[in-house]
């Protein structure tokens, strides 16, 4: 293994941030669900590069790491279809547009 | 390793005389990839003419028969004809998309071969998870098919599209069901693994509902036979590869003739015992597996050229019933199924005695068990279905009966 | 860090996967075409497929490019043609766009200080003798006493989102 786990973390860092900024700053529902789609899979990154530096003898980094892509499929098939259910109620996608329960 | 055989051992070859062992190791993996990719293309090359042939004999014609003797040369002549064409990329298109999405589909098939056992002795690359590999890359062809759609800026390749995707998502699922249970017998996901646990007994005699299911799929996701909706050219002009032209259409092309071969290389393997001939001679003449492979596939091949040219094309509604209705279920219960009678044969002590598994009669025992399973499984399935069809059958003749006779002329 | 023993092959494909997974990454949050931001998607999540094998983790890596590549991607790129107008945004970004950069300028500086400084020095290799394998993953998800409970949770999990996709997404007739 030439390449050191700070590396890795860096690299995990990074797509976690360029993630967050997706999720905060897009206007469109999509665009933010695959900003968090970046963030777990920057999460699952770093799950795998723990475990296989810190402790390879015991699996519980890829038992977590399976379980956080479960949730990201189930959470993209929601996300998704609520996203076309708001769609066709409103003819827009833009998440502010979605303020129907604003006071 | 000495250098003994220049076709197995290049590397060592090459460091005796004299290179740098890294540049040596390269070259002779970088070689290794190069044929593993090459010799699916040239055999395409081959089954093109041959199933041309072999639809116009079903359909009582000649076929290709002026270039070369028999035509061989016919598929030549049309890759020259390809190549002279002028090769057109739509206005509005996305280019880098509408070019990534030709080869994109030529790969997601050449990438199985690379864990395919050829001979005892070479596979390109023995994943421990080769089966599960084999779906994963497959799946590039679902996006070839999306990317060529929607960058072709064109609303015949979007419709043909959405019935693409529909359909290959959806027949994946009985695909990996059926795939299990080679796994599960095998106790493993290597291809190699696969191929060696069946030298005494072909999976297809323990599993064969699981072997047609897996025909019956990979021929779905081949888009041929009775499912090819994905080009059915009297309703969507030509699918999704309407704006393509010259070379990049003929990758697609060639990447659906390569993709239905592989299949039948893939049953081989899965179910067929690979490269495994007759008394372990493949093992004293390795080359002779490969010969073992292609003839096993080459059979499956010909059963799905038979089914695609014998059937008629079903409607997209039938395809969806037929997938989510019939093929789902019945693949989830013949897995279930599978699962329990091979852990009861285990338990029975009908399982073949440690160091006997690569011995045929000792063999016999769990596979009657797991055949006759199979047969009542499949059985009640047709009972089943045809309760269901007599049901079907009354309630539209009840339905007629209501109408007076001629009043719907 | 040392780069004095020479370039190795695995050094080489963890700078391409980086460069896929970042540039991917960066392709998805500002782009202004989002069939084109879902391919970036796809190009970024195979980045980390690449990083999985290079951790030694063959079986994520499929399942990654499985799951990402061959349903959610799809999925991404379908909902994007279902719902017109997304492929020329006007406005890639709302109005507190120069907040969110802070915030996420300021995560990455509390990861790098929080999370990788302690680990920085530490370019030991890792004990590779003792990794585990896929079978080894697979008993860890059946057996009593590890993961069976979130399995059989996950799979659940799983049927409970199908089906609420489904109920949403359905057009009431």
Redesign the interface.
């Known amino acids: 293994m030439g390449v050191p786990l700070w590396m890795y973390l860096t690299v995990a860092a990074a797509l976690f941030s360029i993630g967050m900024y997706g999720v905060l700053a897009r206007r469109n529902a999509v665009a933010v669900l695959m900003g968090i789609e970046l963030m777990l899979n920057a999460v699952n990154l770093n799950l795998i590069a723990f475990w296989r530096y810190q402790t390879p003898f015991n699996m519980s980094g890829q038992a977590f790491a399976a379980f956080v892509l479960v949730v990201a499929a189930a959470e993209v098939a929601v996300g998704l279809a609520i996203i076309i259910a708001v769609y066709r109620n409103r003819q827009s996608v833009e998440v502010e547009d979605v303020d129907m329960l604003k006071g | 390793m000495q250098c003994d055989n220049i076709i197995n051992t290049l590397a060592p070859c090459l460091v005796q005389s004299g290179w740098n062992g890294d540049l040596a190791n390269f070259i002779s993996i970088f070689l290794g990839v190069v044929l593993v990719a090459t010799f699916p293309l040239l055999v395409t090359i081959g089954l093109i003419w041959f199933e041309r042939k072999f639809a116009a004999r079903i359909q009582d014609r000649m076929g290709p028969n002026r270039v070369g003797p028999f035509g061989l040369l016919q598929p030549f002549a049309d890759v020259i004809k390809l190549l002279g064409k002028e090769n057109i990329t739509p206005a509005g298109a996305?280019k880098v998309?509408y070019n990534i999405a030709p080869p994109l589909m030529v790969m997601s098939v050449l990438l199985i071969w690379a864990v395919i056992p050829l001979t005892p002795i070479h596979v390109g690359m023995d994943?421990?998870?080769g089966a599960?590999?084999f779906?994963?890359?497959?799946?590039?062809g679902?996006?070839a098919v999306?990317?060529a759609s929607?960058s072709s800026n064109n609303k015949y390749a979007?419709l043909g599209a959405f019935r693409v995707?529909a359909q290959l998502?959806s027949y994946?699922i009985p695909l990996a069901f059926a795939l299990l249970v080679p796994v599960l017998l095998a106790g493993s996901?290597s291809l190699v693994d696969i191929t060696n646990a069946q030298a005494g007994m072909w999976f297809v005699f323990m599993a064969p509902l699981s072997a047609l299911l897996f025909f019956v799929s990979s021929q779905a996701e081949t888009g041929r036979g009775p499912f090819d909706l994905l080009e059915a050219e009297s309703e969507l002009v030509a699918g999704f590869n309407i704006e393509y032209s010259g070379m990049k259409f003929a990758l697609f092309f060639a990447g659906e003739f390569m993709h239905v071969f592989t299949n039948g290389v893939l049953m081989a393997v899965l179910f067929t015992g690979g490269y495994i001939g007759i008394g372990g001679i493949e093992n004293s003449i390795p080359l002779l597996g490969l010969v073992f492979l292609l003839l096993k596939a080459f059979v499956w091949y010909l059963l799905a050229l038979l089914v695609r040219n014998a059937l008629p094309r079903v409607r997209i509604d039938q395809l969806m019933n037929f997938n989510w209705k019939f093929l789902v279920p019945v693949s989830i219960v013949n897995l279930v199924m599978m699962a329990f009678l091979f852990k009861v044969v285990q338990e029975l002590g009908l399982a073949p005695a440690p160091g006997l598994e690569n011995d045929f009669v000792a063999n016999i025992p769990q596979t009657l068990v797991l055949f006759a399973g199979n047969v009542v499984l499949g059985l009640l399935i047709l009972s089943v279905v045809r309760q269901n069809f007599r049901r079907e059958r009354l309630e539209e003749s009840a339905k007629s009966a209501i109408v007076p006779v001629g009043a719907g002329d | 860090m040392n780069f004095g023993e020479g370039l190795t092959p695995e050094a080489i494909a963890f700078g391409l996967f980086t460069l896929l997974t970042l540039g991917g990454a960066f392709g998805v949050v500002t782009t202004r075409n989002l069939v084109r931001g879902a391919i970036w998607l796809i190009v970024s999540l195979f980045g980390i497929a690449g990083f999985f094998v290079l951790l030694s983790a063959p079986f994520l890596a499929s399942v990654q490019v499985l799951v990402y590549i061959g349903a959610i991607g799809i999925l991404f790129s379908f909902a994007v043609m279902l719902t017109r107008g997304m492929t020329n945004l006007k406005e890639r970004f709302n109005s507190q766009w120069w907040l969110a950069a802070l915030a996420a300028v300021i995560a990455f500086m509390l990861l790098m200080v929080g999370v990788i400084i302690p680990v920085f020095g530490n370019t030991g290799a890792p004990v590779s003798d003792q990794v585990q394998t896929t079978v080894d993953l697979g008993v860890a998800l059946v057996s009593g006493n590890q993961y069976v409970l979130p399995f059989e949770v996950a799979s659940l999990l799983l049927t409970a989102a199908m089906i609420g996709a489904i109920v949403i997404a359905r057009e009431d007739d």
């Open positions: 996305d998309i994943l421990e998870i599960l590999y779906v994963s890359v497959a799946s590039f679902t996006l999306i990317f929607w979007l995707v998502i994946e996901m």
